[in-house]
């Protein structure tokens, strides 16, 4: 059955740090990108991160670029999300995705084919 599983959320305080972890099987993985996209209450989902098949190009939304990291391990079929300096408005629902071979917007979730069920990251102030 091919899945993808999210794991690594949870409550912290304004300022700290997560690394969500996302695992693949039943799936290819090290040939495509991944993303990370999160969905807050009320708001739609959005895109905050991906990397290329390599690991060599990553990507990142303007309101996280130098607080989160993307990086993967193809050996161990999982792409990491770190989380640094996060803030209230990081609250959010959390999926990692994979996106298929055909489109070229990286940003756009429809793009994806796989996704995770979502970690919770909350957040506090």
């Known amino acids: 059955q091919a899945q993808l599983v999210e794991s690594g959320g949870g409550l912290v305080q304004a300022g700290g740090s997560l690394r969500l972890s996302c695992t693949a099987s039943g799936l290819t993985f090290s040939t495509y990108v991944m993303g990370w996209f999160r969905q807050a ?58 996106k298929d071979l055909w489109s070229g917007n990286y940003r756009i979730h429809s793009n994806y084919d796989y996704w995770g069920q979502g970690t919770q990251v909350t957040v506090s102030s």
């Not at 130098?66 to 609250?91: C, H, W």
């Open 41 to 98: 209450p009320g708001k739609e989902r959005e895109f905050v991160a991906a990397i290329n098949f390599s690991g060599a190009t990553t990507y990142y939304a303007d309101s996280v670029k130098g607080r989160f990291t993307i990086s993967r391990d193809n050996a161990k079929n999982t792409v990491y999300l770190q989380m640094n300096s996060l803030k209230p408005e990081d609250t959010a629902v959390y999926y990692c995705a994979r």
